[in-house]
């Protein structure tokens, strides 16, 4: 049994680290399922083709839409041809929030796909809606063992009660909150998930604070202020709160408006914020005031 006790999940659960603002900023999700190994940089170490992993790369650079691959939990049984794939694409914008599906028997089929359009809300036509949430486990152990060692006992438990709705992912940033999650299509980034705790996820039709990281549709300081927020309204509606480009005024679908101080603080003592990493002092973003403004 691999020892966790020293492990940057451990040490970051152990300090109380805020996570808050730790969320991977991105306005759109495309998952695209690859059995088998991945290596640290997922993409391109693994049996994904090199040439169209690279491509789909530079074309999804720059649009806000974040590429992950995802396996179902389990025995992962490799292939390197032409089998069905399931895909998932996710705007994770209030307003123009949705999750589309389809099944491709070659990935390739991919490189039609308009990456700024979905960035920015837009259906393109990738497969049908899909009406229910689904939860994203990081297990990219060879990013950081702690995702491994922690994530893959929460997607299998959670898979077998949960099925096709379950699905183990590469990095998606943070792992020192292992066992991290993403949850389309909404795009809440969890951690320190445990197995209720992702239930409640599955279950849930609303924001769940509980280990919130933050909306990944935010900037990182956005994300604090917008948390903030519905913390002091108790609000769980994904759709009622936005938040300005800056990250600094929170607005209700109703009206309402907040001005939300947000300053970075250091984190010591220094400790490795990645398993193997050499310790350094992180930083948390922290809403200092939150005051209404209309």
Known sequence: MHDTSG???????????????????????????????WGHDALHESHLDHDLASELSARANGSGVRIVLIRRPGAHA??????????????????????????????K?????????AGAGQH??????????????CTNGRRDVCCAVEGRPLAGALAAANPGRVWETTHTGGHRFAPTAVLLPTGYLYGRVAPSDGQRLLDSGGVV????????????????????????????????????PDGVVVTHSDGREWSVTVTEHPLPPARPTSCGKTPSVPSAFVADTVVRTR
Do not use: K, M
């Not at 300090?15 to 059995?35: D, F, K, M, R």
């Not at 292939?79 to 389809?102: D, I, M």
């Not at 089929?109 to 359009?117: G, I, K, P, T, V």
């Not at 933050?214 to 009622?240: K, N």
């Open 7 to 37: 492990s940057c999940s451990a040490l970051s659960a152990a300090l109380s680290e805020p996570q808050a603002g730790t969320a991977s900023v991105a306005t759109g999700w495309l998952c695209i399922e690859q059995p088998g190994p």
């Open 78 to 107: 490799d292939f390197h041809h032409a089998q069905p794939r399931q895909v998932y694409l996710a705007s994770t914008r209030p307003g123009a929030c949705w999750l589309e599906s389809t099944v491709l028997t070659d990935p």
């Open 109 to 117: 089929q991919l490189l039609d796909l308009d990456f700024h359009a």
């Open 124 to 137: 393109v036509g990738l497969g049908s809606r899909v009406d229910e949430s689904v939860l994203l486990v």
């Open 209 to 244: 604070l509980t280990g919130n990281r933050g909306r990944s549709c935010w900037s990182r300081p956005g994300q604090v202020a917008e948390l903030a927020v519905r913390e002091l309204l108790e609000d769980t509606d994904p759709t009622a709160l936005s938040v300005s």
